[in-house]
């Protein structure tokens, strides 16, 4: 037999001879090592990038000062020179924001005209000047206003030397103040929005792809997005940044949050989930349909992120005596929790933002109002959506011809396997699974196999109830009582926060009030496991994304995307202009959610929705955006497992419990039930706000 040539032999080798385990192995540590350096030193070159640039910029404050101008006087202020021949020049003072929109006003309001000019040395000769701003000036000095205005100013060719003056000029019948500040160095929005979107594209990659926690994600590109604006001239205080921190959001949170983890002391979350398998004498569907409704109602009341951590534990032993999918199951709970939470504005963490937003509150939203124009779309998309999910897993809920108990003892020792107990966490995770595998085993000797219709009880029910009803009970029945007395104190207040004599009780206040009172009656002397059970983590990443989307509005990122908004909705006719934004909002954000965790998503879409509500030449309402980008951001949610908080803690908590939620097998359930909710409430707000307008009747 002819021997091969060595270099043939050499080429065809590995296809000869297959690798080994061994040489796989090698291989797969390679490139784990490979990219564990490469993540590495992609985030120390940002963390150098920031770190030289926040230390070598000093924060520059604009200076303020105060003018004055008489009636029908022009006054003169001279600035310093214009390095990009432009400006951008602030007021603080009476004006009238609502009049600010306008293109031209009567001649009965009273203003003041702003412009830039370049003038001669002893200011007598104009050569070139910037267009003219109106600033339309309010009677009552009730409530001062704030605007801003970027200026393009013309260079005066021949003549270098001239000097560069604000004109101001009086078109008043009494005497104006205002706080001025004249920035001669102004952020450059052309390349301002190019490295914003760089930077949200940097962050959106972080997340989706789980390179690094998304708490570090945002906290390592917020920092990025200040040291941009520090590179360009424009670094803002700490006093600025922190001004930038939604703290009602933040208090809101903190409050509900605190509640939950007492109230989870008195395991009545536990008894509920047992109750529903009593309500449904052992049959699936039933058990799946009063556990998708009951932690669709509680998440609308308490953070539904917080209700899955209390949710997941006990539907896996409940999945586990039914012998059904448990990923399949968990699946469908948190969908329930994302429809469920939309419904109020403390439910979903996307609504907390939008309701605690000052202009959302200023434009008359409260909890109550919100709650009743939410309730319709998400009670029919409630009870619909069940139907559909049904049609989609009834055939996968069980394997066929694979008894449910023996799989789930399968793929607990499969898990098992894969944890090598190097760590302390991951030791007692091994530990868990295999404790869990041995209860399974005891239970199927225990228990006779029979092919089971998915409308039957389990063979076991009587028994199985029994033992869950003495290891799931109610623990503290007074603790229980109390927290009822603060969360009802609470809800209360949601529904009522918007009378005249509670104008000092806003959501976050409320909340915080109601924590403390609970507080008080539990009588808890060791407040660290109390506060062991606060989501940190959360409320970090929270004030990271409020810092990160302010400094991109900085740069130009949100003004832009809005002029793109707006000049799409003009150009349709003004009578479908409001169902043009409608869809455009909703649809948007929806998709944008899907993919990208919704709470970043919902912060810029708010500042955008906002900027669209205050057009004049849109003159669209607020409130039906805003129901727009709620259910756009909160169904989105469902589309992708990263697209809502609940999905990913849910997917965590699974993993730990020895089960593994992959994107692909949450994509096929999840994104079908995203697009039919966005589909059912795009129709209720068309029906509601476009064919009826029922905003207007308000």
Not at 15 to 39: C, H
């Amino acid at each position: 037999m002819p021997s091969w040539p060595s270099a043939l032999r050499k080429r065809f080798k590995p296809l000869l001879n297959p690798p080994t385990e061994e040489e796989k192995e090698n291989r797969r540590k390679l490139i784990n090592r490979i990219y564990l350096f490469t993540k590495l030193g992609i985030l120390i070159l940002l963390w150098l990038f920031f770190t030289i640039t926040l230390a070598t910029n000093a924060p520059e404050e604009v200076p303020k000062s105060l003018v004055t101008i008489l009636p029908n006087q022009t006054l003169l202020r001279k600035v310093g020179q214009l390095p990009h021949n432009d400006a951008e020049i602030r007021l603080e003072g009476r004006i009238d924001e609502d009049l600010m929109g306008y293109a031209s006003v009567s001649d009965e309001v009273d203003s003041v005209g702003i412009r830039i000019e370049r003038r001669d040395s002893s200011l007598n000769v104009t050569y070139v000047h910037s267009d003219m701003w109106n600033v339309y000036i309010k009677k009552s000095e009730s409530k001062y206003g704030e605007a801003q205005n970027h200026f393009k100013v013309p260079v005066a060719e021949g003549h270098k030397a001239a000097s560069v003056v604000v004109s101001i000029k009086s078109y008043s019948e009494e005497p104006v103040s205002f706080v001025m500040q004249v920035d001669t160095k102004p952020v450059d929005t052309t390349m301002g929005v190019v490295y914003a979107g760089l930077l949200l594209i940097f962050l959106y990659i972080l997340i989706i792809w789980e390179i690094t926690d998304r708490t570090f994600a945002a906290l390592m590109v917020s920092s990025a997005t200040l040291a941009v604006l520090a590179a360009m001239g424009a670094r803002p205080s700490l006093q600025t940044i922190v001004s930038w921190i939604d703290f009602d959001t933040l208090m809101l949170l903190l409050g509900m949050m605190i509640m939950v983890a007492i109230l989870s002391e008195t395991g009545v979350f536990d008894y509920l989930a047992v109750c529903a398998y009593r309500m449904a004498s052992g049959n699936v569907w039933p058990l799946i349909f009063f556990l998708c409704i009951f932690t669709g109602i509680m998440s609308a009341f308490l953070d539904n992120v917080t209700m899955v951590l209390l949710m997941v534990p006990v539907t896996i032993r409940l999945c586990e005596v039914m012998a059904v999918r448990t990923t399949l199951v968990l699946i469908v709970i948190v969908l329930y929790s994302n429809i469920g939470g939309t419904l109020t504005p403390v439910g979903d963490p996307p609504n907390v933002i939008i309701a605690t937003d000052s202009d959302v509150e200023a434009d008359g939203i409260d909890f109550f109002t919100f709650t009743l124009h939410m309730f319709p779309g998400v009670f029919i998309c409630m009870f619909s959506s069940f139907f559909l999910i049904y049609f989609m897993i009834r055939h996968k809920l069980r394997i066929p011809d694979v008894d449910p108990m023996t799989h789930a003892i399968q793929t607990l020792e499969r898990e098992a396997e894969k944890v090598s107990p190097t760590t302390a966490d991951e030791d007692e995770l091994r530990e868990d699974i295999l404790e869990r595998i041995e209860e399974l085993k005891a239970r199927a000797r225990a228990r006779t196999r029979a092919t089971i219709h998915m409308l039957s009880p389990v063979d076991n029910y009587y028994e199985t109830l029994a033992a869950l009803e003495l290891k799931y009970s109610i623990r503290n029945k007074p603790l229980l009582i109390k927290c009822c007395i603060a969360l009802g104190f609470a809800i209360a207040l949601f529904f009522l926060h918007s009378l005249p004599w509670l104008a000092g009780a806003s959501l976050a206040w409320i909340a915080m009030l109601a924590a403390l009172l609970l507080l008080i009656l539990a009588n808890k002397e060791a407040m660290d496991a109390i506060l062991l059970h606060v989501e940190w983590s959360t409320l970090l990443f929270f004030a990271a994304l409020f810092v990160m989307i302010e400094a991109m509005s900085e740069l130009g990122l949100i003004q832009w995307i809005g002029d793109i908004t707006v000049g799409v909705i003009l150009r349709v006719d003004e009578s479908n202009q409001m169902t043009v934004a409608i869809m455009m909002l909703i649809w948007i954000t929806a998709l944008t959610s899907a993919f990208v965790d919704n709470i970043p998503i919902t912060q810029m879409m708010l500042k955008l929705t906002v900027q669209l509500a205050k057009n004049k030449m849109l003159n669209l309402p607020m409130a039906p955006l805003i129901w727009a980008l709620s259910f756009g951001a909160c169904f989105g949610g469902n589309g992708t497992l990263i697209g809502a908080s609940a999905n990913v803690v849910t997917a965590g908590l699974a993993h730990q419990h020895g089960f593994k939620i992959s994107f692909v097998s949450f994509f096929i359930v999840g994104f079908p039930v995203m697009i039919f909710t966005v589909v059912i409430a795009s129709i209720y707000l068309l029906i509601a706000h476009s064919l009826f307008s029922w905003h207007k009747a308000e």
